[in-house]
């Protein structure tokens, strides 16, 4: 099998499991070609020539998977991730671990599968495979990526620490042709759902189904959003059906406006604009490659959820 490997310097390349996992992509008769992403770095580029490869794996985090995806949508070109970011949440919300042996097994045995990408309208586009937002999160990420070397996923929590009284704005939702105002400290944009220590942040998410949840967090402050959390923990354990704190919808075609205007992030990374904000699913385009060949699916959501 001849693999694309596409490895940000900024995520990894201190631990030895990225060279663990070539070698064994190696035992197994692989043809690992390496490039790197730098600061700045044309994926295009360094795709160039993706048609003469079976399978293209993305070393890095949330935002290095997902900007791969995004710069293979369509295409078919099978896409294998080697999770060394921060949080990895693609990984955890698709079962996908980092022990080098194990990855190396999957890139060569694991089934393609097609799921949905998000879209935002920055620039040329910027796609997400997870969550992308505006507000309260985006500013959690701007506050922890200088933390995030020493403290790792503590970062976030710091970040949040630090902002216990988050800008309140006056949202107004425009989701496939309806209109909704509402207010709160964020809108998210949920492709998969699972965020740190595996907590749903909302029911039946499904990344191919051809649309995307949007979520409002209603709350004012931090201390308001410990109900959500408490309710996400037990929802784990299957006693919990409501989201307080939270509204949610779904849609295919989304803009956002808000008053304040409000930083944005597309998972993980803060992107460098603010709101109003357009986005829309790209069903089935990004091709991941999978154990068994699917997709772990949440329970359908219960009673209590606006969709």
Request: net charge negative; proline share 6%.
């Amino acid at each position: 099998m001849n693999i694309l490997m596409l490895a940000n310097l900024r995520a990894g390349l201190g631990n030895p499991v990225l060279y663990d996992y070539v070698q064994a992509l190696g035992a197994r008769d692989a043809e690992v070609t390496l490039r790197f992403i730098r600061e700045g770095s044309d994926l295009s580029y360094l795709l160039r020539d993706v048609s003469e490869y079976d399978r293209v794996v993305a070393s890095g985090g949330d935002g290095t998977v997902s900007s791969v995806a995004y710069a293979l949508r369509n295409t078919g070109i099978p896409l294998m991730l080697h999770p060394t970011g921060t949080a990895n949440l693609f990984a955890h919300n698709v079962g996908i671990s980092g022990d080098a042996f194990e990855l190396a097994r999957l890139t060569i045995e694991g089934i393609p599968v097609a799921i949905d990408l998000g879209e935002l309208d920055h620039d040329a586009g910027v796609g997400f495979l997870m969550i992308a937002g505006a507000g309260f999160d985006a500013s959690i990420i701007d506050r922890a990526r200088d933390l995030k070397p020493l403290l790792g996923e503590g970062a976030y929590f710091v970040a949040a620490a630090q902002n216990l009284q988050p800008t309140v704005a006056t949202f107004i939702l425009r989701l496939d042709g309806r209109q909704i105002m509402t207010e709160g400290i964020a809108v998210m944009l949920v492709n998969l759902s699972h965020i740190q220590f595996d907590l749903p942040l909302t029911h039946g998410s499904d990344a191919q189904d051809g649309v995307l949840e949007v979520v409002v967090v209603k709350t004012r402050s931090v201390a308001e959003l410990l109900p959500a959390a408490w309710a996400a923990i037990l929802d784990r354990l299957g006693k919990h059906s409501e989201r307080p704190g939270l509204e949610i919808y779904s849609a295919r075609e989304i803009e956002i406006l808000s008053e304040p205007r409000l930083p944005v992030q597309s998972d993980g990374d803060i992107i460098d604009r603010q709101t109003p904000l357009r986005a829309r699913v790209l069903p089935g385009a990004a091709t991941i490659v999978l154990p068994g060949g699917l997709l772990p699916k949440d329970t359908p959501p219960g009673p209590g959820i606006a969709l």
